[in-house]
């Protein structure tokens, strides 16, 4: 059941292109303007080094905290529910992608108290001039409100561990590498065809997808057929 999620959360930030573009995509391009090429690289790879790390140290705070409260409590069925709360959300999560519903952004009103905490300390890292710069704001911005790493750090806490809660998040942050460093580099083109609703649909319903899987498999082996 773990390993699946690993894949699925990989994929769900990967087809979640559309939405880390829109949340994270000004800030790349900010991080690569007026910079030149070789540079522009590395700032692109420390930026989301940073981001990445931010991730995974939220998915090993919520899984340790899983961890301790579910040794303690010995509740097995509040982990499995967890579980599935996680999977109803990157359904949710899909829904949103493909542009069906949007009552799962919702929750990023949840991590405004703590960005509004951490945002003063990002202006004086801008302008971003070199790698040690990029790599300190995309830590920051790794705390920016967001639907998608909310449906992911659910998974993480239901993983009942802080090692199982850490890998979840970095599969997750590796699936929504691939776009933003793209992103840097063809900004305007890449953004202008992940809002293309065809392409909007087909990710979405894909996450969908995954999430029904998931909770599919869950229930056919709590009770298999026959």
């Known amino acids: 059941m773990i390993e699946t999620s690993f894949l699925v959360l990989f994929l769900t930030g990967l087809l979640g292109g559309g939405h880390c573009i829109g949340m994270c995509g000004g800030i790349v391009t900010a991080l690569s303007l007026n910079l030149p090429g070789q540079r522009r690289g590395f700032i692109l790879l420390a930026y989301n080094a940073g981001r990445m790390a931010s991730y ?5 705070l ?3 905290l899983a961890e301790a409260g579910l040794t303690l409590l010995q509740l097995r069925p509040l982990q499995l529910a967890l579980y599935l709360l996680a999977n109803v959300m990157i359904i949710g999560m899909g829904l949103y992608l493909a542009g069906l519903s949007p009552a799962v952004t919702r929750i990023e009103a949840l ?28 830590a920051l911005w790794g705390w920016l409100p967001c639907g998608l790493v909310y449906s992911a750090s659910l998974t993480a806490l239901a993983s009942g561990s802080a090692a199982h809660g850490a890998l979840a998040m970095l599969a997750f942050a590796l699936g929504t590498l691939p776009n933003l460093l793209a992103m840097g580099v063809f900004a305007s083109t890449l953004k ?3 809002q293309k609703r065809p392409v909007r649909l ?8 995954m999430g029904l899987y998931q909770l599919l498999s869950h229930m056919l082996q709590q009770h298999p057929l026959g």
Do not use: F
């Not at 087909?202 to 997808?209: E, I, T």
């Open 62 to 64: 919520l899984g340790g």
């Open 202 to 209: 087909a990710a979405g319903l894909a996450v969908v997808g």
């Open 56 to 60: 995974v140290l939220i998915g090993a």
């Open 192 to 194: 202008s065809w992940l």
């Open 111 to 138: 991590g405004k108290p703590v960005w509004r905490r951490l945002q003063p300390l990002l202006a004086p890292l801008l302008p971003v001039r070199h790698p040690g710069q990029a790599l300190l704001a995309g």
